[in-house]
């Protein structure tokens, strides 16, 4: 079965840039799995960041951006805000019309 | 303005089957489109993808779930209902629903319910 992989934890200081990854267990991730991006904090429902690839949500500063990177997905943040300490999940398409959200990785602005 | 909200029982108890309503305003699912997905978060622990209903009744479901969900739409009453049987204690869950844009065969959640919680205890 293929498991969608995501860093458990990054940290990152005021100011500064971080990326953060979206795997596969096998195989590589390409435009054609269609990753999206996902913020969420404690109690909150989701706020989707970036879908297809690199195309940002409604609202979504411009500090958040999508990409591909190498075999993974990525989802960079320039200029880190102390409001991005946060969950991050990404999700992609595994073919059959099924998603599958990766184990999140938590962000801790420090 | 669009806005969805999910209801349903906060308790369910072991093998029933668990039905939550997404009501939702502010766009049509008959809408060329237009798709509601499901998604579901046990406490501390990751987002999981439970299926999507288009607006033209094409429906999407979890492999891994496939086999106890159903997800249906009542476009009059803009209603989307969830059913899952044989509940476990690891159904446990804040479950969300949101309004999703589709380009085949992506879909873009962009506007999300707050969730339900839901409880599966004896």
């Known amino acids: 079965q293929t498991v969608v992989t995501q860093e458990p934890s990054l940290s990152v200081s005021p100011g500064g840039t971080v990326t953060l990854t979206c795997g596969l267990t096998?195989?590589?991730?390409?435009?054609?799995?269609?990753p999206s991006w996902y913020q969420q904090t404690p109690g909150q429902a989701p706020r989707t960041l970036i879908y297809?690839?690199?195309s940002r949500s409604s609202g979504v500063p411009d500090r958040f951006s999508g990409s591909i990177l190498g075999n993974k997905a990525a989802l960079t943040i320039t200029g880190a805000q102390a409001d991005d300490d946060s969950h991050y999940y990404c999700m992609l398409y595994l073919g059959r019309g099924t998603w599958v959200f990766g184990g999140g990785t938590k962000l801790t602005v420090l | 303005q669009v806005t969805l909200r999910e209801t349903g029982p906060a308790l369910v108890k072991p093998t029933q089957t668990l039905t939550l309503t997404c009501t939702f305003s502010g766009f049509s699912l008959s809408s060329s489109g237009m798709c509601v997905s499901w998604v579901r978060q046990p406490p501390g622990k990751a987002l999981e993808w439970l299926g999507r209903?288009?607006?033209?009744?094409?429906?999407y479901y979890s492999t891994s779930l496939k086999t106890r969900l159903t997800i249906s739409k009542d476009t009059s009453g803009n209603q989307v209902v969830l059913a899952m049987t044989n509940v476990d204690p690891a159904d446990t869950a804040t479950y969300y629903c949101a309004r999703a844009t589709l380009d085949r065969p992506y879909h873009n959640m962009d506007v999300w319910g707050k969730g339900t919680t839901v409880t599966v205890s004896s």
């Open positions: 297809k690839t690199n």
């Open positions: 209903i288009d607006w033209d009744d094409d429906i």
């Open positions: 096998s195989g590589s991730v390409s435009t054609s799995e269609y």
